[in-house]
């Protein structure tokens, strides 16, 4: 597959950004938090949202879904960073939907991905338990008892956990943490008994909670995949989350990276615009280069997931590493260039740095991929 | 069988029997390779036999057309000739600037006469090319060369220096750029000449780096003649053929930001060493390495989407300057890491312990990189200018 958009992706892109930069745009985004919504985003747009099919975008036609890929649901993402739209988007259609495809039996994602295609359900992935993503430390117990399991623990960074109606907790029923084996997916929906959903702020605006499992029976049949052996199939949807948030980075980079360069041939000091100064062109220049670059890796990543490539993790932890290096500087540049507007509230370029160190955190970050690339090529 | 895999198969029985088991060792370094000319350097006597059996097929130029010696092989056919190459490890037959340089100019700017007259010769390496660009006060700021030529009726007669051009001393004609007017900007009345070295009016000087080798020299002009037959394109538009050329060497010398055959992670663990769980040993140099392959691997996947993106229409703007930028950077970085990974092995000069200093020689050579072909800070103003739309001071 060549690295280049074909006609059907390139409508889908001019579609996507028409349609958030109008219904999901920074404005929304602050007008959601300043009215303390809950759910942190908007069921009317993401009814929208599910109209268009994007929540099946990348699910498979046999399961209710569009079929358009990864690289087309990489398409949404990245306009989704641009106008940093909030929407279970990452929660439910990136992440618990790539999980389900790794590890569901047929009958699962049938009925779970069907769910997804047609929006009748939000699912979203409890991993996090400690500061940092660390997936083999998983501790959570899942203790079998009879036809049960019952499960004890506490999970964090659970991405619109006050609007999902099922999490995906991945649990230990064997093992220690640091170990492969006797990692398990369990499916918990939001209403049992036991399990506590603590809504919490984070610096993004949007919705992420805490939950506590205490004594959480769930059937066997909650299982998601054998019992024990959820580590390959996670390991493929964290790469696929990975990606999918690298793509997310690189639309939030671009955007934020433009908003700069028009302020910098609009703002005046010592009589001139500050865009003439070399001292920022050479800076936004390297920009321009570092996000071109970015935009490759992005785009090969997301082919690699489409192709079936047998080398994902290495594209992934590159995509990821390469965008939070990027999105960091840009962000960064931003804030810098804009000067003394840039820090305030009132200006929305404030919404692209905090966004961006969300999406870098979730599911590992810079140092974290970064060392994963070196360990991935041997050394 | 296709008629692609009947090409195959006849371009593999030729290069078996054509191409000499020395052509087939790995090139050591720059004095491996062969470019030809009225007096070629010769490191094997078997350079100059593989060059003919390759030029007498046209295939030391594969794409050229039949009509100007070049092979006339399609892209599918240059991919299966350079694939069976590989295959048995054959060196290239010939390198020149003929054929990276002048020869695409030729092609898109030069008269048929001209084409018919210089690219044969180019192709059977019978005539080495160089180029004469840069001069003493015309370096960044290329458009204020001022080596003048005077319209003698059939000839133009040239006078000024030349510097900073590469195997002039090797060379037996050159490409040239000179002032023919300068009655309006310094964009105009340039024109691109070509002429013979080997004339009284000619001297050249080779120019010791701080590699120890003179692959430069500056190139003197007293009272020299050009044909004007040779004057490509027309009197004044030289600007356009030298914009096209900067661009096309700027691409060739992005190619070396490629990633290198062995990484240098892997290199670094049998050097350095590694511990109990097989990470290399020195946890800083381990970072450092694994960014450098890390913006390698970036580097080559905008490579790839740069050629898709042509052969689909798309462009990228200013995407040569991107290139030349980030590539010469990335060659830098691999070479300042050789010096971390392979320390005083990297730091010999001379002695067979050392390899001649090849090491230390190319980690000097390439900070020149990002100096020649416009320098990474004039990259930085095209890109600020043309792309971003940002104002001059």
Redesign the interface.
């Known amino acids: 597959m060549?690295?280049?958009l074909n006609e059907e992706q390139l409508m889908l892109k001019e579609s996507a950004a028409g349609f958030l930069a109008e219904k999901a745009s920074v404005a929304q985004l602050r007008a959601l938090r300043d009215s303390g919504s809950e759910r942190g985003f908007s069921d009317d747009v993401w009814r929208e949202m599910v109209e268009m099919g994007w929540s099946g975008i990348a699910i498979p036609e046999a399961f209710g879904g569009l079929g358009y890929g990864y690289t087309g649901l990489g398409l949404l993402l990245e306009q989704a960073g641009r106008n940093l739209s909030a929407s279970p988007l990452q929660s439910t259609v990136l992440v618990a939907a790539s999980l389900i495809g790794e590890l569901g039996s047929v009958q699962q994602k049938e009925q779970l991905l069907s769910a997804i295609s047609s929006g009748d359900k939000l699912l979203s992935l409890a991993l996090q338990e400690s500061a940092h993503h660390a997936p083999l430390r998983t501790a959570l117990s899942a203790k079998a008892q009879g036809d049960d399991y019952v499960l004890d623990g506490e999970k964090i960074l659970v991405l619109d956990a006050a609007a999902a109606d099922t999490f995906i907790v991945i649990a230990r029923t064997a093992g220690e943490p640091g170990d492969e084996q006797g990692l398990s997916a369990f499916l918990v929906d939001a209403g049992t008994d036991g399990l506590r959903i603590e809504a919490r702020s984070m610096v993004d605006s949007r919705s992420a909670g805490a939950l506590c499992l205490e004594n959480v029976r769930v059937p066997a049949g909650n299982l998601l995949g054998e019992a024990g052996a959820a580590w390959q199939g996670l390991t493929r949807a964290l790469d696929i989350a990975n990606i999918g948030l690298a793509a997310e980075l690189l639309g939030l980079s671009t955007e934020a990276f433009e908003r700069t360069?028009a302020y910098?041939?609009e703002r005046r000091q010592f009589g001139?615009?500050i865009?003439?100064?070399?001292g920022?062109?050479?800076r936004?220049?390297?920009m321009?280069?570092e996000l071109?670059?970015?935009?490759?890796?992005v785009?090969?990543a997301l082919h690699a997931v489409d192709n079936g490539e047998p080398e994902l993790a290495l594209q992934a932890s590159?995509a990821k590493?390469?965008l939070c290096e990027v999105a960091q500087r840009v962000t960064n540049e931003a804030i810098q260039m804009h000067g003394g507007i840039g820090m305030t509230d009132e200006h929305e370029i404030g919404f692209f740095i905090k966004r961006a160190r969300m999406a870098q955190h979730l599911f590992g970050d810079y140092n974290y991929h970064?060392?994963r690339?070196?360990?991935l090529?041997?050394? | 069988m296709s008629d692609l895999e009947q090409f195959r198969q006849d371009t593999r029985a030729w290069l078996e029997e054509n191409c000499p088991e020395s052509m087939r060792v790995p090139v050591r370094g720059f004095e491996d390779l062969y470019s030809g000319g009225r007096n070629p350097e010769i490191a094997h006597p078997d350079q100059k036999l593989w060059c003919d059996r390759m030029a007498e097929r046209g295939w030391t130029v594969p794409h050229w057309p039949k009509a100007y010696g070049g092979g006339g092989l399609s892209n599918e056919e240059v991919k299966v000739l350079s694939q069976e190459m590989s295959r048995i490890g054959a060196r290239r037959a010939l390198e020149s600037f003929g054929i990276s340089m002048l020869g695409p100019a030729l092609l898109q700017f030069g008269s048929e006469e001209q084409k018919l007259d210089h690219l044969p010769k180019i192709v059977r390496g019978e005539i080495r090319w160089c180029q004469g660009y840069s001069e003493p006060n015309a370096g960044s700021d290329l458009a204020s060369l001022a080596t003048k030529a005077e319209d003698k009726g059939d000839h133009y007669v040239i006078n000024g220096q030349k510097i900073w051009t590469s195997y002039a001393d090797k060379a037996d004609w050159i490409f040239c750029l000179v002032r023919t007017d300068n009655s309006g900007s310094k964009h105009e009345g340039i024109s691109f000449v070509l002429f013979d070295m080997d004339q009284p009016g000619v001297t050249v000087r080779p120019i010791k780096l701080i590699s120890g080798n003179s692959p430069f020299c500056e190139t003197f002009f007293d009272n020299a003649i050009a044909d004007k037959k040779n004057l490509v394109g027309e009197a004044g538009n030289g600007w356009t053929i030298a914009k096209y050329l900067l661009t096309h060497e700027r691409e060739m010398i992005s190619g070396f930001g490629a990633a290198p055959k062995q990484s240098v992670g892997q290199l670094a663990l049998e050097t350095v060493g590694s511990d109990a769980s097989g990470r290399l040993a020195n946890s800083a140099l381990r970072q450092n390495i694994a960014q450098y392959q890390l913006d390698t691997m970036v580097f080559g996947a905008t490579m790839a989407r740069v050629g898709d993106e042509a052969k689909a229409g798309q462009g990228l703007g200013a995407a040569s300057s991107i290139f030349k930028y980030y590539g010469t950077e990335l060659n830098k970085r691999r070479n300042e890491l050789n010096l971390a990974v392979r320390g005083e092995q990297a730091l010999g000069w001379e002695g067979e312990v050392y390899h001649g200093g090849n090491l230390s020689r190319d980690w000097l050579r390439s900070k020149g990189n990002s100096i020649e072909g416009g320098t990474s800070e004039v990259q930085l103003n095209i890109i600020a200018k043309r792309v971003l739309g940002l104002p001059d001071a």
């Open positions: 060549a690295l280049v360069n910098l041939k001139r615009v865009g003439s100064f070399q920022l062109q050479h936004a220049a390297q321009f280069a071109e670059l970015a935009r490759s890796i785009l090969q590159a590493a390469k970064l060392d690339f070196a360990q090529n041997g050394f």
